[in-house]
């Protein structure tokens, strides 16, 4: 009496690929998104001392600012290049007008009050100081008043 087969076990190997293939999108799509808010056109400048964002920051608004002094804001349907002062405000109080209607839905619920939004200037490390002025004049026009520096660190000899 014979209580196998003769033939071959293997095993299913499909589920084990979907997972994967899975993951692998997974994966791509939240690099996707990380790259969104960095432009790889911005070398940054080089500092002594830096330290990484905080994870605990809930909104974060990226501004990136070339060579030209153009900031090239993040985020999707955001293509144009805000060339002046009056462009920046104007886009920082749209972002603001989300941050107000975010903290109304949080109040809605009763849930606590969302800290402020962080906004993170990435600049080249060829723009003047005028260019960066311009830039923070505009944020804070739209009472953004929580600014962070982006920098890469110094190596050391």
Known sequence: MSHGSVEKCEPNMIPML???????????????FIAEDVN??????????????????ERVIFLNVDKTGHVLPTGRGNTVALRNR?????HMKRMKEIDDQLKAQAL?????????????LRAHEDCTYEMISNVLLGCQEAQYYNIQFRAVVKASN
């Open 18 to 32: 979907d997972l994967v293939l899975q993951l692998v999108m997974f994966f791509m799509l939240c690099a996707n």
């Open 40 to 57: 790889a056109t911005i070398k940054l400048p080089t500092a002594l001392q830096a330290r990484p964002l905080d994870k605990a920051e």
């Open 86 to 90: 009056i462009m920046v405000a104007q």
């Open 108 to 120: 809605a619920k009763n849930k606590p009050e969302p800290r402020p939004s962080l906004v993170v």
